[in-house]
Nanobody
Framework: QAQLVESGGGLVQVGGSLRLSCVAS????????IGWFRQAPGKEREAVSY????????YYTDPVKGRFTISRDNGKNTVYLQMNSLKPEDTAVYYC??????????????????WGRGTQVTVSS
């Protein structure tokens, strides 16, 4: 059974860092495009970052560009999201998602086949 499990969330002060992990079971992440999304309280879920399966290109939305980095460790079947210079507005539940094919519009959730349950990130000021 295909499954994604996120971990690494927690409470951090403004300016701090966290590294989120997303471990896959039941399928090989190296054959999937991966997206990270987040949902803040009272808001819609939004895209954060993406790693292409075709050429390894990475993408970020403007709010996190320059602060977040997505990476893969295929040997561990794991994708990471390194988050630096965290801000209170980064507080959210973070989800990873896997898509069998590279998305035409990676920010659109419809492209993703598997989702994790999320991990909470709280940035305190």
């Amino acid at each position: 059974q295909a499954q994604l499990v996120e971990s690494g969330g927690g409470l951090v002060q403004v300016g701090g860092s966290l590294r989120l992990s997303c471990v896959a079971s039941g399928f090989a992440l190296e054959n999937y495009a991966i997206g990270w999304f987040r949902q803040a309280p009272g808001k819609e879920r939004e895209a954060v970052s993406y790693s292409s399966v075709r050429d390894g290109s990475t993408y970020y939305t403007d709010p996190v560009k320059g602060r977040f980095t997505i990476s893969r460790d295929n040997g561990k079947n794991t994708v990471y999201l390194q988050m630096n210079s965290l801000k209170p507005e980064d507080t959210a539940v973070y989800y990873c998602a896997a898509a069998r094919l590279d998305a035409s519009l990676w920010t659109d959730e419809v492209w993703y086949n598997y989702w994790g349950r999320g991990t909470q990130v709280t940035v305190s000021s």
